[in-house]
């Protein structure tokens, strides 16, 4: 039996007596040590291999009380025609006319997930009668990026400390980190990168020989439960790891470099999933330093995996990090797909670029990328961030997921969504060509991948709700077509129960926190206005004459960046057509990117009817005023909640609530005094 059977095993066991409370009785089990009596009487589940549980499924008339897993024996044969096709993770769960039910997988993945499938069932109130469930992942990456650091420390982490790192060390405190493995998996997770895209000299050595064996301890335990491990690599490990002069990609020795030390972590750590790179970005060492381009990094790091079936993550977030804010024709959005559209259909088929969702970083609200939808011949997978860095840092309510739906709907006018393109459908002839698959899902490594907000903290996300982000992502990245309000409810019902009034309450509160927050914050899509550095709380000038390129270029006149073909950066030329044409003027452009992409002046009116300003100052006093609701919803069910679970929200919505007024206050401040023009309604402005 191999190690996804063994989990789903255990797993089942434990929720059957966690969630009923009483003990399977475990027939495989007692089979292996030559006692009990399969095949007994009554219904059961039957967990395993669709395969090789084919005959207990169609005899499925009677059966024993208790669980079977792994092979089974039985005769009879019958049409499971779906079944046959299965991928590794695809599974299906089916009653059978005795009352049992199957659990059945592909592969072991599959079995697993079905035995994830089935536990969610039961724990969300489902009905286990008459199941004909078939589930395939849209995505075959569906990956965390932790932001851990060797130090223990979690960059952009708001849930305490690195569950992986300790002062060094990887891999001490394993109990949580197989928590973390069994939680991953259960939301269909297949891919985790433990280790900061930022890497230092410490996480540089996780490469070295001596560090290895702590590394394959840890993706031991993932791979239990499906999961492969990644690590982010210093593109200049060559030289401080490797001692030569040159990482150059073109250099035969960075090559070989490369070649032995995947083999030795390869040979090391079975499975491996491969690199993740953040190369000529912010600072992090890369090709161009050798006048070379990013294929020639990328694919020279895969011709290293390549033999281990590894796969290289290389991420698109790279910009000019220098500017000067005088200089109004370098714009930071065009940065990604100035250089890497040129290199559409240059890399190798084991290479896949990650594109964060919009052009810039993560705000609340931003265009759709355009390099996700420009990209054709390129494997490539979508990156959000669950950690809530510039949407209020687990210490705000922002459920991510109805923004996270409006970039995987977002297409170009032609059909093609960006959920499409995240999966290699309808791309243009040529991975095909090397990939020679029918089937062009099964050739396809890109997806989706999201930088984790979990830590040390209890509750693993510091604020108990952002627990929801995390849940959602792996559930999206599964099914990207699922609604934000029905995995919402999933998650209310596996993590606060099945009663109704909480589910309605706290439903409203995730489903409306996305809109809330964006209503205090940075208006129009014109992002940032937060402190540097940290990122958290306001301050509309903190990074307006910085070099980081993340201008609203506010004067007495107006506000805003204009990016148009005709008069701006050109930026909104980047797009397909129909969005082209939608973003290039202000009479076109939806209102809520209506900064992000014109300077308009402060009286401009909006489709909503209102003016600029008097939109700043309506949205800024109801975005506090709702903030404050979310207090109020969530007291209102405070004895239906579990006293700690109660406090532990109510300080951080609280907390929200008296940020938010302050967002409203500096924001509303700034601009009365920037503009000069009142509040039509005479409210309160200092
Ligand atoms: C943001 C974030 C950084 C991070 C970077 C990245 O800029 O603030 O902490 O390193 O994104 O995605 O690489």
């Excluded at 150059?248 to 090391?268: K, N, S, Y």
């Excluded at 896949?352 to 609200?365: A, E, N, S």
Aim: glycine letters at 12%; a negative charge; aromatic letters at 10%.
């Amino acid at each position: 039996e191999g190690a996804g059977l063994a989990s789903a095993r255990l797993e089942l066991r434990r929720a059957i007596k966690g969630l009923l409370g009483c003990e399977p009785v475990d027939l495989s089990a007692e089979a292996e040590a030559g006692v009990g009596d399969e095949g007994a009487a009554g219904p059961a589940i039957v967990v395993g291999l669709a395969d090789a549980v084919r005959d207990i499924w169609v005899k499925s008339a009677s059966g024993a009380a208790g669980m079977h897993a792994g092979a089974g024996a039985g005769a009879g044969a019958t049409e499971m025609s779906d079944i046959g096709t299965f991928g590794d993770e695809d599974y299906a769960i089916r009653s059978g006319n005795d009352g049992s039910v199957y659990l059945l997988g592909g592969g072991e993945k599959g079995v697993l997930y079905a035995a994830f499938g089935f536990i969610r069932l039961l724990q969300t109130g489902g009905d286990i009668r008459g199941l004909q469930t078939v589930e395939r992942p849209a995505y075959p990456l569906r990956m965390i990026d932790h932001w851990d650091n060797a130090d223990g420390s979690v960059e952009r982490g708001y849930a305490g400390g690195s569950l992986f790192f300790n002062d060094g060390r990887l891999g001490e405190r394993m109990d949580r980190i197989r928590d973390y493995a069994r939680l991953t998996a259960s939301i269909g997770i297949n891919a985790v990168a433990v280790n900061n895209v930022n890497v230092h000299a410490e996480e540089t050595r996780l490469l070295a020989p001596e560090r290895l064996a702590d590394v394959a301890r840890v993706a031991d335990v993932l791979r239990e439960y499906g999961i492969a491990l990644y690590l982010s690599v210093n593109f200049a490990a060559p030289i401080e790891l490797g001692g030569l002069v040159t990482a150059d990609p073109l250099d035969t020795a960075v090559a070989a470099w490369w070649r032995d030390t995947t083999d030795e972590v390869c040979r090391r750590i079975p499975g491996f999933g491969g690199y993740v790179v953040k190369a000529d970005s912010e600072h992090r060492p890369g090709p161009f330093t050798y006048g070379r381009d990013h294929a020639d990094g990328a694919n020279m790091l895969a011709d290293a995996l390549a033999p281990h079936g590894g796969t290289v993550i290389w991420r698109c977030f790279v910009y000019d990090c220098k500017q000067d804010w005088r200089d109004r024709r370098t714009d930071r959005a065009c940065a990604a797909h100035d250089h890497f559209m040129p290199l559409d259909g240059a890399f190798h088929d084991n290479v896949v670029l990650q594109i964060k969702h919009g052009p810039m970083d993560f705000q609340v609200r931003e265009p759709v990328s355009p390099l996700l939808l420009g990209l054709r011949r390129t494997q490539i997978a979508l990156e959000l961030q669950v950690t809530q860095e510039y949407t209020g840092q687990q210490r705000h309510l922002c459920y991510l997921l109805p923004m996270w739906k409006e970039v995987l709907d977002f297409d170009g006018g032609d059909g093609r969504t960006v959920a499409d393109a995240a999966g290699g459908l309808k791309r243009e002839a040529g991975l095909e060509a090397r990939g020679g698959g029918a089937d062009e899902r099964r050739e396809w490594r890109g997806g989706l991948a999201a930088v984790a907000n979990v830590g040390t903290d209890l509750n693993w996300t510091g604020h108990l709700l952002a627990q929801a982000n995390w849940y959602g992502f792996g559930r999206l990245a599964w099914n990207p077509s699922a609604s934000a309000e029905a995995i919402g409810r999933e998650w209310i019902r596996m993590a606060l129960g099945l009663d109704p009034t909480v589910e309605e309450t706290v439903i409203r509160m995730l489903m409306d926190s996305h809109a809330i927050y964006e209503s205090y914050t940075a208006p129009l899509g014109v992002g940032w206005m937060v402190n540097p550095n940290h990122h958290y709380g306001p301050n509309v000038d903190g990074y307006e004459y910085s070099p980081w390129g993340t201008y609203h270029y506010a004067d007495r006149y107006g506000i805003g960046v204009d990016r148009s073909v005709a008069t701006g950066t050109g930026y909104a030329g980047q797009y397909p057509a129909f969005a082209a044409a939608m973003y290039e003027t202000p009479q076109t452009c939806p209102d809520e990117l209506l900064l992000f992409f014109h300077h308009v002046s402060y009286d401009m009116r909006l489709k909503s009817g209102k003016t600029v300003i008097q939109h700043i100052y309506d949205t800024r006093f109801e975005g506090a005023e709702r903030a404050a609701g979310l207090l109020t919803s969530w007291d209102s069910i405070a004895d239906r909640l579990p006293a700690r679970v109660y406090v532990e929200v109510r300080e951080r919505l609280a907390c929200q609530a008296e940020h938010a007024q302050e967002w409203r206050d500096q924001l509303n401040s700034y601009f009365y005094r920037k503009s000069g023009i009142p509040d039509a309604r005479g409210r309160t402005i200092y």
